[in-house]
């Protein structure tokens, strides 16, 4: 069976510091992978998508990037941290339904 | 693109009564809804989805419709109870080679005891 992982669980970060979050799923070949962000008591924003390596789509821009470096990881990362950025990051990978990873907890302070 | 609305935003019901959640969608190309459940602090899971041909799905207590020609789908949950409390949110989907998920604003379901 396929599975989500992310890593970390939670992270606190000073402004101006820089961020990478790790997703890797398991179990699936070529998925399609998803990064959304989660305000507190909102909903899912999308911020990136991927249909394969090196393949990497933004909805939104801002000062995050994604990269996917092999099949099965995708990676959010900013160099610069704003407080806006503190949310719930969940990351997602599909074929015809979307499973979502267990997200990290980001504040930014 | 597509926009997916959500309602109500939140929802309150006595425990055993019955729960209904509508969304519409619009785009006629939309043929995947699935429906999630969110609980305090935890990610989305999945629950129930539904394909544009077919216009009824049930899984024990909750059940989703289809209404292709007006372009809603709605989230129906009886005897409900306090452990369904939770947010939950619907997406429509265009299928193919790829998928991206367009998601309703989500409603808070609150069961009271």
């Known amino acids: 069976s396929q599975t989500i992982h992310q890593w970390p669980a939670t992270l606190v970060q000073p402004v101006g510091s820089p961020l990478s979050l790790e997703c890797t799923v398991e179990g699936t070949s070529n998925p399609n992978l998803y990064w959304y962000r989660q305000a507190a008591g909102r909903g899912l924003q999308l911020l990136f998508y991927s249909v394969g390596i090196g393949q990497i789509s933004s909805e939104v821009p801002q000062n995050l990037s994604a990269s996917r470096p092999q099949d099965r990881q995708f990676i959010l990362s900013s160099k610069k941290l704003l407080l806006s950025d503190s949310g719930f990051y969940l990351c997602?990978?599909?074929?015809?339904?979307?499973?979502f990873g267990p997200g990290t907890r980001l504040l930014v302070l | 693109g597509e926009n997916v609305e959500q309602h109500p935003s939140t929802l309150s019901v006595q425990e055993g009564d019955s729960a209904v959640i509508k969304c519409t969608y619009s785009d006629s190309a939309s043929n995947y809804f699935p429906w999630y459940k969110q609980e305090l602090g935890k990610r989305p899971q999945l629950i129930i989805d539904i394909r544009s041909n077919v216009g009824e799905k049930k899984d024990q207590r909750i059940a989703v419709t289809l209404n292709k020609t007006a372009k809603h789908f709605s989230l129906h949950i009886t005897e409900t109870q306090p452990e369904d409390s939770a947010v939950y949110f619907c997406?429509?989907?265009?299928?193919?080679?790829?998928?991206?998920?367009?998601f309703g604003s989500g409603t808070k379901l609150n069961v009271k005891p």
């Open positions: 997602a990978w599909s074929s015809v339904a979307q499973y």
């Open positions: 997406a429509a989907s265009i299928g193919g080679n790829f998928n991206k998920f367009y």
